[in-house]
C-alpha cells in the first residue's frame, strides 16, 4: 500500500520536519496508522483494489465531518510522536 493521497504534514499545517524528525515519525507509523488514531476522522474502504503480482492496494477514502479538528487533532499526535 503506498499510503493516502493527501500528505498529512502539509494537511495538518506543520512546518516542514527534520530528517531525524522524519526517522521518528515514519520508523513505527503509517499515514494510516495515524489517521486511525484521531476521532475526527475516518478512513472508508472505497472496495476499490489494484491487485499486481506479489502486491495488493486497497483504496480509502479519507472522511471528516470537521476538518479545523481534524487538523488539530493530527498536529498533536504528530507532535507526540516527534517530541515537539
Known amino acids: ?19 531525524d524528525e522524519e526517522d521518528l515519525l515514519w520508523s513505527d507509523h503509517t499515514d494510516i496508522s495515524i489517521v486511525n488514531e484521531c476521532t475526527h476522522a475516518e478512513l472508508v474502504v472505497t472496495g476499490e483494489f489494484d491487485q499486481l503480482p506479489g502486491q495488493s492496494d486497497e483504496f480509502y477514502e479519507l472522511e471528516t465531518n470537521d476538518p479545523n479538528s481534524f487538523k488539530a487533532e493530527l498536529r498533536q499526535i504528530i507532535s507526540n510522536i516527534i517530541g515537539r
Do not use: T
Not at 503506498?2 to 506543520?14: F, P, Q
Open 1 to 19: 500500500m503506498d499510503g493516502l493521497s493527501i500528505d498529512l504534514i502539509k494537511y495538518a499545517e506543520i512546518s516542514a520536519l527534520s530528517d
